[in-house]
C-alpha cells in the first residue's frame, strides 16, 4: 500500500481529538514510517503577514496571501508549504505526484512574498508523523479511510467541507458513518 499523495479521511470516533474529522494529505509513506499535513484545521492564531514579518522577509504589493493551518502535532514550530506542482525550488521540493508538491524551506516563502512561486499553496505548522506500520495499523483499525486527493478538496476555502467532500468521492454518505468499529 502507497499512500503518497492520498487523503486519509479520519473516521467518526478516531479517539484523539486533533484528529477529528481531520483530511490529511499524505506526502510520504514508507517502510520507515509516514508523514502527512493536516489540510481543513486552521491555525487560528496565526497571522502569515505577522510571520513573514517575524522571519524578516520582505513583502512586495502583489503579495499573495495564503491561508495557515495546524499540519499536525509534531514539531509545531516547523512550517512546510504544500503547493501545486507548478513550484520546484530545486532539491528543497518534494514532489508528491504530478498536482502536488511540498517545500519546507524559505525560499518559498519569499517567493509566495513578491507575488511569485506556485499557483496554489497552504501554509502548514507541524506535521503528522507515523512510526513504520503504525498508519497501516491505524487504517486496519478503522481509524482512517483513504482516498485520492485533489486539488479542489485539498486547496479548498471551505476547511468544514473538506472532509464530507473526501468521503463522498468513496460513495459515503457521512451521515452513514458510525463511530463504532466492528468485526463480521
Known amino acids: 500500500m502507497d499512500l503518497c499523495g492520498k487523503l486519509l479521511v479520519a473516521?467518526?470516533?478516531?479517539?484523539?481529538?486533533?484528529?477529528?474529522?481531520?483530511v490529511i494529505f499524505m506526502c510520504a509513506h514508507t517502510p520507515e514510517g509516514a508523514m502527512g499535513l493536516i489540510v481543513n484545521k486552521p491555525a487560528r492564531h496565526v497571522n502569515v503577514t505577522e510571520l513573514l514579518r517575524q522571519l524578516k522577509i520582505e513583502t512586495t504589493d502583489n503579495r499573495r496571501n495564503i491561508p495557515a493551518y495546524f499540519g499536525g502535532p509534531v514539531e509545531h514550530g516547523r512550517g512546510f508549504v504544500l503547493h501545486s506542482a507548478d513550484y520546484q525550488s530545486g532539491e528543497s521540493t518534494l514532489k508528491v505526484d504530478e498536482q502536488f508538491g511540498m517545500t519546507a524551506t524559505l525560499d518559498i516563502l519569499e517567493e509566495i512574498a513578491n507575488g511569485n512561486g506556485p499557483e496554489t499553496a497552504i501554509l502548514m505548522l507541524g506535521y503528522s508523523g507515523w512510526g513504520p506500520g503504525q498508519v497501516e495499523d491505524e487504517i486496519v483499525q478503522n481509524g482512517w479511510l483513504t482516498c485520492?486527493?485533489?486539488?479542489?478538496?485539498?486547496?479548498?476555502?471551505?476547511?468544514?467541507?473538506?472532509?464530507?467532500?473526501?468521503?463522498?468521492?468513496?460513495?459515503?454518505?457521512?451521515?452513514s458513518l458510525s463511530a463504532t468499529a466492528g468485526r463480521a
Not at 473516521?11 to 481531520?22: N, Y
Open 148 to 175: 485520492d486527493a485533489t486539488p479542489e478538496i485539498v486547496f479548498a476555502e471551505d476547511n468544514e467541507a473538506k472532509w464530507t467532500a473526501a468521503l463522498k468521492t468513496l460513495g459515503i454518505d457521512p451521515q
Open 11 to 22: 473516521m467518526p470516533g478516531m479517539g484523539d481529538t486533533r484528529f477529528e474529522k481531520a
